[in-house]
């Protein structure tokens, strides 16, 4: 066992290295190197969730938006459907509206010929009314006056035809 | 004869000398406190403080400081994976071969500190580098190998394990397979023997830890020392930085090959 002393080995002094390394390892892993990788593990985790939370927004957000587009691209359709219905309607509207029109005037039209041919026959049947009565008595003036035979063949003639 | 040899070694630069042994500065009772003893408690002490420190700066978003460790940290996670090549591995040894690497470091470095070695204590230099001992390197190389022989029983089994070293399952086998395979009376005594071999192996492996981070370390102080004797400015420089660089490396070698033994120990039984 000369190495041993040659070498200065002394079990005690061993003992009380390893005393001082069993402190260092205790030391460093209650103090340093346990909490120190539990807080990098934790923010790696959060790393994790931070970035697999901002993939997931950013998924909700093109959803959100083709969402929308379809919404709009939809209510345009509505928008267009109700346009044409109304101009139809309108059209419509309008069409009857000058239908009625039209039938209204040719109604007055309608009266107002028959007005006009009721006023007519009317007038023709007073002026047939006066015509004989100036006849009569135009036929009392001349056989009052007297008359030649060809004369009052004449005027009678003449007469009748006027009648006709 | 142990004398003469250590007299051989011994190295007279500015007054005091370098032994192989560390020198007794001062007795308590009847336990000699060695100059080695006394640097490794201040860099235990050190080491305290840093990991204090770590402790009360830490914070879920990382300051300078904290940045720097945990960049120490991931890149040893990362070198272990390169060897066990299992995350989970790594992190169940993860705490010892740190914790064996930083206190090599700190160790090997305190030693260099320049003029360090000038301060005196009844004529002993008060401080010589605490790896610069083989009691602590010893020390570490046996804890170092029997932790990794505690970690293969616990991931084998101690039945298994101990047919690493002692192989009765080969002799137990071989009456059941003979009439099958016949070659296996001659390969399995081989085994046996095999067995026998790996406890030498794990001797071996304590004594080559432990003197080669000894002999680099020690040889380094003694380097330097030889150096300022010759030329007191500048050129020492360069050997500093060199004995800097041997320190880091000194610390990362006897982690790593402790992490191997680590792995070889665990992985032994499983691929049987």
Do not use: C
């Not at chain 1, 041993?4 to 080995?9: A, T």
């Not at chain 2, 100059?35 to 490794?40: D, H, P, R």
């Amino acid at each position: 066992m000369e190495i041993l002393k040659l070498f200065g080995i002394d079990w005690k002094l061993m003992l009380a290295q390893l005393v001082n390394f069993a402190v260092v390892i205790a030391v460093l892993w209650f103090f340093a190197l346990k909490p120190l990788t539990k807080m990098m593990r934790e923010r790696n985790k959060e790393i994790e969730k931070g970035l697999d939370d901002a993939r997931q927004a950013e998924a909700r957000l093109t959803e959100v938006e083709k969402l929308v587009n379809d919404k709009i691209k939809e209510t345009k359709f509505d928008a267009d459907i109700i346009l044409n219905e109304a101009r139809k309607e309108a059209e419509k509207a309008k069409s009857a509206a000058a239908e009625k029109t039209k039938k209204e005037i040719e109604a007055m039209i309608e009266k107002a010929k028959k007005q006009l041919a009721s006023e007519k026959r009317a007038m023709i049947s007073e002026v047939k009314g006066e015509v004989g009565e100036m006849i009569v008595r135009a036929l009392e003036k001349i056989l009052s006056r007297g008359l030649t035979k060809e004369m009052d063949k004449k005027y009678i003639d003449q007469t009748l035809k006027e009648l006709k | 004869m142990a004398e003469q040899a250590a007299n051989n070694i011994v190295e007279r630069t500015e007054g005091h000398e370098h032994t192989l042994f560390a020198q007794p500065v001062f007795n308590f009772s009847n336990f000699q406190v060695t100059n080695s003893l006394l640097t490794s408690w201040l860099a235990v002490f050190l080491i305290i403080i840093i990991a204090l420190a770590i402790k009360l700066k830490l914070k879920k978003v990382p300051g300078v400081f904290q940045s720097m460790i945990e960049k120490i940290v991931v890149g040893a996670f990362d070198i272990m994976d390169l060897v066990t090549n299992d995350r989970k591995k790594s992190e169940r040894v993860f705490p010892l071969v740190f914790s064996i690497f930083i206190f090599i470091l700190i160790n090997n470095w305190l030693g260099l500190i320049p003029g360090i070695g000038s301060i005196t204590y009844n004529g002993v230099a008060m401080f010589r580098g605490g790896t610069a001992d083989m009691n602590t390197t010893l020390a570490l190389g046996i804890f170092s190998v029997l932790a990794a022989n505690v970690f293969g029983v616990i991931v084998a089994g101690a039945w298994n394990y101990f047919n690493k070293f002692i192989n009765l399952k080969a002799l137990i086998e071989i009456p059941k397979k003979i009439i099958k395979e016949p070659v296996i009376v001659l390969v399995n005594p081989i085994n046996f023997f095999v067995g026998l071999i790996e406890i030498i192996s794990e001797i071996a492996k304590v004594a080559s830890l432990s003197f080669r981070l000894f002999g680099n370390v020690f040889a380094g102080e003694v380097l330097l020392a030889s150096i300022a004797a010759m030329a007191a400015y500048l050129v020492p420089l360069p050997f500093m930085f060199l004995e800097l660089i041997i320190g880091v490396i000194q610390a990362l070698i006897f982690a790593i090959l402790s992490l191997v033994y680590f792995t070889i120990a665990s992985l032994e039984h499983e691929s049987h």
